[in-house]
């Protein structure tokens, strides 16, 4: 049977005999088969149209022509390694460098995020001597075994937290202990980075480097306290370590305010390593390293090798470059400011409106909204959150929910998310709620009567 002529309901029992279970799917109660995309929009197998507000990989729109053409283009001429002499990986490695601070000029092509901060782990660790690494809670760095040991929102299920792994609160001022109306809560937090430094330093232990996304994600979609990042990075270097810059969910303009997610801790903060992937390449399997002249020599001084088989191949860079094209054509970077700021703006109309919405917090098109139980306790909703996002998919809008309590519904859309996109998903999120907060009200008095 051909596979585009073949049912939703065989798709799925195939895919259940021959592809594991840990492979997950969206609404794996009723799962959605996705046949094309396109900008910001996907469709089903019967042509309905899905917004797609999560998807960040295909970070300039689904099937961009134009990175479409440019990996079509490449691959009818050359495809190989990285080993022959070629313009587009240095012509690639030319227009990253313009977008980042001027010390970040080494860069290492990749496939994906993972293997870029596991590589990025290796180079801190050469060029420090060091071996132990302090990560933020609920952190999340990459699916290999190195990147395992440095995510609690992985290690906590499996094997528990390494000797050399150390855990530092996330700096969350919603629900963290340094909220909202702490005087200077980048402070407060990184202190508690330079405490859980000094406890490992009393132990015997030596600090590699600090990781961290610019943005946590999978912690719940936080913004950083501005300035904690230039606290952290004065602790870490006393210590010894660098500062990993985890730009993998974030980067390439998505915080509208800035190219990189870092820039917005200040004009002064310059991580030692930044790890890029997803986005980069808009689908294509595309990562990158880039850190300091230092720190590359000393991975240099080695005398091994970095080769990566596909890593910065004609295509990959071709595509790359294409990326940024359309970024730059397409004015982006902008769109993202103006679109995400008319979206957080509804959001919180929706706050004032609902009192399942504890926060609404994000900037350019990161956004998260936080949902509660308890305005005082702040106890995450998550059965409710998994409900909406239930519903909001049967009224053709893909979101999903992430954080500690799963009770966060994650905005990080195609950069090409429109202001309609934002009042109509916007629309369907009030109608949702509305009838969810009937239906609680009608429960009550029926309880009542009874």
């Not at 939703?8 to 840990?22: E, F, H, N, V």
């Not at 492979?23 to 996907?42: N, S, T, W």
């Not at 943005?215 to 660098?242: D, N, T």
């Not at 390293?289 to 000393?298: C, D, E, F, H, K």
């Amino acid at each position: 049977m051909a596979a585009d002529r073949r049912s939703k309901a065989d798709t799925l029992a195939l895919r259940q005999r021959l592809i594991s279970s840990s492979c997950r799917l969206f609404f794996p109660e009723d799962p959605v088969k996705i046949v094309r995309a396109q900008g910001q929009y996907m469709y089903d197998e019967q042509g309905a149209e899905y917004i797609d507000c999560i998807n960040n990989v295909a970070h300039v729109g689904h099937c961009h022509p134009l990175v479409v053409r440019a990996a079509h283009e490449q691959n009818q001429v050359l495809n190989t390694n990285s080993r022959y002499l070629h313009d587009n990986i240095v012509d690639y490695a030319q227009r990253l460098s313009e977008t980042l601070p001027e010390p970040l000029c080494v860069f290492y092509f990749l496939n994906s995020g993972s293997e870029a901060n596991d590589l990025a782990l290796r180079l801190a660790r050469h060029y420090t001597g060091h071996q132990d690494v302090v990560v933020l809670d609920h952190a999340y760095h990459g699916h290999l075994s190195s990147l395992i040991d440095i995510s609690p929102y992985k290690f906590r299920s499996l094997d528990g937290q390494k000797e050399w792994v150390h855990v530092a609160p996330l700096p969350d001022t919603y629900r963290g202990p340094y909220r909202e109306d702490h005087p200077n809560p980048a402070v407060a937090y990184a202190n508690e980075v330079q405490r859980v430094v000094s406890s490992a330093q009393e132990k015997g232990r030596k600090i590699a480097a600090f990781f961290a996304e610019s943005l946590p994600s999978v912690g719940g979609q936080i913004i950083p306290p501005a300035g904690y990042f230039s606290q952290v990075a004065e602790h870490i270097h006393k210590a010894g370590g660098v500062f990993v810059a985890d730009e993998i969910q974030v980067g390439f303009g998505r915080v509208g305010k800035h190219f990189w997610a870092f820039q917005l801790q200040g004009k002064d903060f310059v991580p030692d390593i930044v790890t890029m992937g997803k986005s980069i390449g808009n689908g294509h399997p595309v990562a990158c390293v880039a850190t300091t002249q230092p720190v590359a020599r000393a991975y240099e001084a080695t005398g091994v090798e970095y080769f990566n088989t596909f890593g910065g191949s004609p295509v990959s860079c071709a595509v790359g470059l294409a990326v940024l094209n359309v970024l730059e054509k397409e004015q982006l970077q902008a769109h993202a400011t103006s679109v995400g700021s008319f979206l957080m703006e509804l959001l919180r109309q929706q706050k004032i409106k609902h009192p399942i919405v504890g926060d609404v917090r994000g900037v350019g098109l990161f956004i998260g909204v936080d949902l509660i139980k308890d305005e005082a306790t702040r106890t995450p909703a998550t059965e409710e959150a998994a409900y909406l996002v239930s519903r909001l998919k049967e009224n053709y809008v893909l979101l999903s929910t992430d954080g500690p309590g799963r009770n966060i519904l994650k905005f990080k859309p195609p950069m090409c998310f429109s202001l309609d996109n934002a009042r109509q998903v916007v629309a369907k999120l009030d109608a949702i709620l509305t009838d969810m907060e009937e239906k609680v009200r009608s429960c009550e008095t029926l309880r009542l009567q009874l």
